[in-house]
């Protein structure tokens, strides 16, 4: 098996493990990453070869912007301080409790070398964590922390470990230059988001077709991260700002086509591209065998160290963090999403499973230093890594969700239906206040007013059934049956048509092109 055909079988395992992990209860990201290690472990998968420096910015920023399309501007300011106590402050305290004792117990580590090992596997995995959250139904304030903590806990790290990796190359370091660069990394950083998305946004407006928008935003992040990593900036905190800046103003609420046409397929390249990842963590199992030939007992014990090091301090930092938020939240009544019980701190202990970030830092660890010798300690830092990420993420992982349901942490599920029952109502009176402002304008017939006002109450009655009086919603459901009956009876004669045009694709002289063309006319007519 060559590499292509690898990629096409870890492609096909990133969707057939959907289902599967639906089935069994168990998220997708872990079932890729024990596929990836069963291909790993057999003769005939080859070693996989992806060049260090092209591993982040292949990976990382469609998997960010996937993921921030899932948040917003207003729920990041909200729980700044959650994230930062869990994005900032845990992976530095991380990163130095994880050093400390690396460079304790493997002989002859360098510090540099050992900062390095701790800030690539401070970082837990947004990818893995909304996964697993979202499959499990825990409650939306702890998806919205492990989401804000997963996306920015990234840049924290990466930042941290590409300053540990030039002290290590280059043989020097100064912390009042570190300081600078950290700050410097983040303002470039912004600026380029900024401006990229503004500039996307614009452009999104001359392109006008959904396909060429949506092509657009495939490129963005690439765009993004490429030129902040060449100015010297943060790639990822680049693409979240771009990402953030476009979520909150490049959404045309009548551009129904290009929203419905998005989510499609940023889902299909979220699924694709996180399998990949995953997949590539199993994979790298064959590289940890052969570094382990002959020293299984000595690296094994150094990296179940590292693994109790930082499942600890999570458990340690999280204990106080929590209870300090909500002293702080209590006193000042501030509106942010917070544990609310010590239960729900400890599925978010669990919930720190490393991954993507951490394996694409692992393996772009240099293999020389600026005089020509092997980086300190590679294969060792490599596979001590490998060991944090497989036992997180496949112990935490398949545990997790036992661990929940043994809680009983279950989403707030009348809060959730309060909130859609609101937005219901807004909506309706919306649609109700715009037919007002159309019939002082235009003379509607008293038949088509009533009419057009019983579909107004009926936008907001399709999304929360429970809206509104028993009359109404009685009403309301007759004439559901009815227009399914419509529907089904319409959507069969489409279907004909578009057999029929179908059809005629194979006949002599038919032109595809124009029967195409009707086919999309009568599919849009069907989505309708």
């Not at 701790?118 to 996964?131: K, Y």
């Amino acid at each position: 098996m060559d590499q292509l055909a690898l990629l096409f079988v870890v492609l096909l395992g990133a969707l057939v493990s959907v289902p599967v992990g639906d089935r069994l209860g168990l998220p997708a990201p872990v079932l890729m990453t024990v596929f990836g290690g069963a291909l790993a472990v057999t003769d005939f998968v080859p070693d996989v070869e992806i060049p260090p420096e092209l591993i982040l910015p292949g990976l990382l920023p469609p998997l960010l912007y996937a993921a921030v399309r899932r948040t917003s501007w207003r729920q990041f300011t909200a729980n700044k301080r959650p994230i930062f106590l869990l994005a900032v402050a845990l992976v530095f305290v991380t990163t130095v409790c994880v050093a400390a004792v690396a460079h304790a117990i493997v002989p002859g580590l360098p510090v540099a070398a050992a900062v390095a090992l701790g800030a690539l596997i401070a970082p837990p995995d947004p990818v893995a964590a909304t996964a697993v959250a979202g499959q499990l139904g825990l409650p939306r304030r702890l998806v919205s922390i492990l989401e804000g903590e997963g996306l920015f806990n990234d840049v924290t790290a990466i930042v941290l470990y590409h300053v540990a990796i030039a002290a290590a190359v280059s043989g020097e370091f100064s912390a009042w230059r570190a300081g600078v660069d950290l700050v410097l990394s983040a303002v470039v950083a912004v600026v380029i988001g900024l401006a990229l998305g503004w500039g996307a946004n614009k452009l999104m407006d001359l392109l006008g077709d959904p396909t060429l928008q949506i092509g657009l935003t495939l490129l963005v992040p690439y765009a993004s991260y490429v030129l902040a990593e060449e100015l010297h900036g943060s790639g990822v905190l680049a693409v979240l700002t771009t990402a953030l800046f476009l979520a909150e103003y490049a959404t045309d609420a009548d551009d129904v086509m290009t929203r419905l046409a998005g989510y499609t397929f940023w889902d299909i390249i979220d699924t694709l591209v996180t399998g990949v990842a995953f997949g590539l963590i199993g994979l790298e199992l064959h590289n940890a065998i052969r570094t382990a030939t002959g020293r299984w007992g000595e690296l094994i014990g150094w990296s179940a160290t590292i693994v109790g090091v930082v499942v600890l301090v999570r458990l340690l930092w999280l204990v106080p963090a929590t209870w300090l938020t909500k002293r702080l939240h209590a006193l000042r009544d501030y509106d942010e999403d917070i544990p609310v019980s010590w239960r729900e701190t400890v599925v978010m202990w669990w919930s720190g499973m490393r991954g993507v970030a951490s394996v694409a830092l692992a393996l772009a660890i240099p293999l020389k230093t600026d005089d020509g010798s092997p980086f300190p300690d590679r294969d060792e830092i490599v596979f001590i890594a490998f060991g944090v990420i497989i036992a997180t993420l496949v112990l935490q992982g398949l545990t997790l969700p036992w661990l929940v349901k043994r809680l009983g942490v279950r989403a707030d599920s009348e809060r959730e239906t309060e909130f859609e029952e609101e937005l219901a109502r807004r909506a309706t009176k919306a649609a109700r206040r715009r037919l007002r402002e159309i019939e002082q304008v235009e003379e509607l017939p008293e038949e088509l007013a009533e009419q057009m006002l019983r579909r107004a109450f009926d936008i907001g009655i399709r999304i929360s059934p429970d809206m509104g009086e028993a009359e109404r919603r009685e009403a309301h459901q007759q004439r559901e049956r009815r227009v399914k009956r419509v529907r089904r009876i319409q959507g069969e004669m489409l279907s004909a048509a578009r057999h029929e045009v179908l059809a005629a694709r194979s006949e002599p002289g038919a032109d595809p092109e124009i029967v195409d063309r009707v086919l999309r006319h009568l599919d849009v007519r069907s989505l309708r």
